[in-house]
């Protein structure tokens, strides 16, 4: 047999007998470097480890065993291109665990079985050959992101006098709901002619959208309320003054990302009915770059909070943008926003510079694997794909029941520790036939994992549910994780399955205490915006008929108290906040830090005299911390009909408090039907 293009193997382990019966199995088709213990490996990797494909490493040898050779081989870093599967008779999950830890592609247990032995040695010399040319071609990818980042970095270098006055989350979104539409719209037609390459730049030039604000007046830009029609002429600039900053960069103004970056700015405020600004363009006299950050711009907008408004629903802002409440748009971009709307709405509320980095990622290995530059059959990259995400999802486990279902052969495969748990004998088994098994985990255990698998998908391929087990004679609640592996072909099916039992009860405390943290603010321990919105929605909804009052307060020169003394004593005016909101409120009022120095109590007070309330706690906040004489600014917006909601108390306290904030500070106001006009609808 011919050997397989000259690839060296070393076999490391202190029995001759070993290393003999892996080198028959391997020597016709690889080159085979024996060592016998791990010193000598080390040298012989020392002097010749580039030459190697793979190593065959056991874990226990005199001088220095296997995991010292892992160890040297992370210090050396030749761990990241020399895989190494390990060989060994140990099946404590400890050991192997340890194995992974420090770099090992595999394990092989002893006995040796030849076609197991054959099939990992070749998928892992296949592995890594083709991660090594993904490599090559993610960083050509990288390459060109680099460039057009270093554009980035020059542009607003360009910029740095100014103020910035946008919100990194705000770019954020628009970029990520950018992309989606652009991938929806080159679906629908190919009248933009947008490529791969051309989504990634105007993606990426979505960012400076709105650079142009940081040339608008502050007073004007962070006005909580309707702007007048002189104001609302100056901020309109905005485009001009953005598109003008790109113009006068002569060093890059022809490159690709600065053209659209240009376009994006001067034109975003533009409508399909002609009736935007600055220059009233009309249908596709619009570049198709600026007609889909305009709609991203407006949603995320509409479902975002400002501070003159609290966030829309995002049902209501696609039904607002759908019906031409917030201006005319191309109508194949609202069709790509309806069909988009819930991934938009998912990524927006969950991480979307996370998941558009996944995504991208995603993009490149996808295109990586299928260049024709690699040549391996679809069938090795198939087994490949199979053993990488098998090895990831069992990375992720902790020593609980993990198997795998071989659907074709009808066989569960149990770790080792998860048979021991369940006492069946064989770590293969035949659910239907067991009789250990089936007195472990019920008659009809089998029988519902089934059911579930049934309703994944390729796309869809996890599925979770829970069930009462009587494993080890103690009744107990386990929820059942699994992954389904499917096939590529036209019909796809589920070749395996691979999963876990976790015991409900020993993760309840460990998720409490995760949901309990996802929900405070970490200076102060007070409600996040996320802790408000769950507990606000339990309040309305299992109390109704109760009485609520809502302030928001900010606290009076507080930029001055971090600029004077420093951010560290401005994060302990923070807490003390905190610690005399808590003193002074009820355990049924709700108390969130909503902004950098923004608060906001939810007062329960039902028959109270919710005046002497709001008195009693302003008095409490004001006091000198230190030499800093602390003073609030506070609105209050008081339930005067029973079918009110938060948010429209949340509208007339902020209004409220802008009144207290123009009227000097140490003040608060009550909401009266007054304070509306001129006030952002």
Not at 503 to 514: K, Y
């Amino acid at each position: 047999m011919q050997k397989l293009r000259h690839e060296k193997i070393l076999i490391v382990d202190d029995s001759e007998m070993n290393r003999a019966i892996l080198a028959d199995m391997l020597s016709d088709e690889y080159d085979v470097t024996e060592a016998e213990d791990g010193e000598e490996a080390l040298e012989v990797l020392k002097n010749k480890g580039a030459e190697f494909s793979l190593v065959l490493l056991d874990i226990v040898m005199p001088k220095k065993n296997g995991f010292d050779v892992l160890s040297e081989m992370n210090r050396t870093r030749l761990i990241e291109d020399l895989p190494v599967i390990m060989v060994s008779a140990e099946t404590a999950s400890a050991q192997i665990e340890k194995a992974y830890e420090l770099g090992a592609t595999d394990f092989i247990m002893r006995p040796f079985d030849a076609s197991i032995v054959h099939r990992r040695v070749v998928n892992t010399i296949f592995l890594y050959a083709k991660q090594r040319k993904l490599l090559n071609v993610i960083e050509e990818q990288i390459s060109e992101k680099e460039q057009n980042s270093s554009m980035m970095v020059d542009i607003l270098s360009h910029i740095v006098e100014f103020r910035n006055g946008e919100s990194g989350l705000h770019i954020l979104h628009v970029r990520t709901i950018t992309e989606l539409l652009l991938r929806c719209l080159a679906r629908k037609t190919d009248r933009y002619k947008l490529t791969e390459e051309n989504i990634s730049v105007i993606s990426m030039a979505s960012a400076l959208h709105d650079i142009g604000k940081i040339g608008i007046d502050d007073k004007i830009l962070n006005k909580p309320g309707r702007l007048t029609p002189e104001e609302f002429a100056l901020m309109k600039e905005h485009s001009v003054i953005g598109a003008n900053m790109l113009e006068g960069l002569s060093a890059h103004r022809e490159a690709v990302l600065v053209r659209r970056a240009y376009e994006i700015c001067r034109w975003h405020h533009e409508r399909w009915d002609g009736k935007g600004y600055p220059d009233g363009l009309k249908g596709d006299e619009i570049p198709i770059c600026a007609q889909i950050v305009a709609l991203a711009d407006v949603y995320d907008a509409l479902t975002s909070v400002r501070v003159y408004k609290p966030p829309i629903p995002p049902e209501e802002a696609k039904r607002m943008i759908m019906e031409g409440q917030c201006g005319a748009f191309n109508p194949l971009i609202l069709e790509c926003l309806e069909e988009e709307f819930e991934q938009i709405k998912d990524a927006v509320s969950h991480g979307a510079g996370e998941k558009a980095a996944r995504r991208e990622i995603r993009r490149f290995a996808d295109a990586a694997l299928h260049s024709k530059a690699i040549s391996a059959s679809e069938r090795t990259l198939r087994l490949l794909d199979y053993e990488r995400m098998k090895y990831a999802f069992y990375a992720e486990l902790t020593e609980e029941i993990q198997f795998e279902y071989k659907v074709d052969d009808n066989l569960l495969v149990f770790s080792s520790a998860g048979a021991k748990k369940l006492g069946v004998a064989n770590e293969i088994v035949n659910p239907e036939t067991n009789s250990r098994l089936k007195e472990q985990l019920g008659q009809d255990w089998f029988r519902q994992l089934r059911g579930f698998l049934r309703e994944t998908s390729p796309d869809a391929p996890d599925c979770r549910y829970e069930c009462e087990l009587a494993i080890g004679g103690n009744l107990r609640w386990y929820s059942v994780i699994m992954r389904a592996i499917w096939t590529d072909d036209v019909s796809p099916s589920i070749e395996s399955v691979i999963g876990k039992l976790v015991d409900v009860h020993d993760t309840h405390m460990a998720m409490s205490e995760l949901k309990e943290k996802s929900i405070r603010d970490p200076l102060t321990g007070l409600l996040n915006r996320e802790g408000l919105d769950e507990e606000l929605s339990n309040k309305f909804v299992q109390f109704p008929e109760r009485k609520y009052a809502v302030a928001v307060f900010d606290i009076d020169d507080f930029k001055s108290a971090n600029d004077v003394y420093g951010h560290q004593f401005g994060d302990k005016v923070l807490r003390e906040i905190a610690e005399r909101l808590i003193h002074a409120t009820r355990m049924h009022d709700l108390c969130a830090r909503i902004g950098g120095d923004e608060f906001l109590i939810v007062f329960d007070y039902d028959m109270g005299d919710i005046r002497a309330i709001v008195a009693r706690v302003f008095k409490t906040l004001c006091g000198a911390v230190d030499d800093f004489d602390l003073t609030v600014s506070m609105g209050v917006a008081e339930m005067t009909e029973p079918t009110e909601r938060y948010e429209q108390l949340f509208h007339k306290a902020d209004l409220a408090l802008y009144v207290s904030k123009n009227s000097g500070k140490a003040t608060y106001n009550f909401y009266d039907d007054s304070m509306e006009t001129g006030s952002a609808g």
